[in-house]
């Protein structure tokens, strides 16, 4: 959950050491952001702020319970998804071999890339639901519509100059 530190907050100028934040309530802070920078100090000794950003991690319950005490607001909830190592070294490798495919002209870029997608959503580096979800359909739709066009257009004389 993302907390944000309110100006009469009770744990303005505390750390997270002071208020023993994981023995009392089994949360762990996970990040402090502050005026839109991550701070590089260390987490249990830096001393919070009004307006401080707070990434918090622990049971939801615990979690409203410390912003009620503590004066904080929690912000909206949004997914945080940790990336798995082990897939994105394998999407690295295969957006670099087709890049290199397309780089020696063995296949036209085009279908080096469509390969690329294809073999990232074989082997489940990316789930095939997003890829779906990021297609343009309305520009797909848009040059299907176009293709009668330009063959009207090409065969009426119209497109020579």
Known sequence: MELVVRPESAIVGRSASDMQLRSRYGLNL????????RSKARLRTLKIQPGDLLLMQGPQEVLAEFAADSGCAPLAERELRIPNKRKAWMAGGIMAFAVAVAAFGLLPAAI???????????????????????????????LGALIPVAGAMASTGTAGG
């Open 30 to 37: 996970l990040a402090v952001s502050r005026e839109g920078t």
């Open 112 to 142: 080096s890339f469509a390969l690329g997608v294809l073999a990232s959503m074989a082997l489940r580096t990316i789930p095939p639901r997003a890829v779906y979800a990021a297609i343009d359909w309305p520009v797909v739709v848009l």
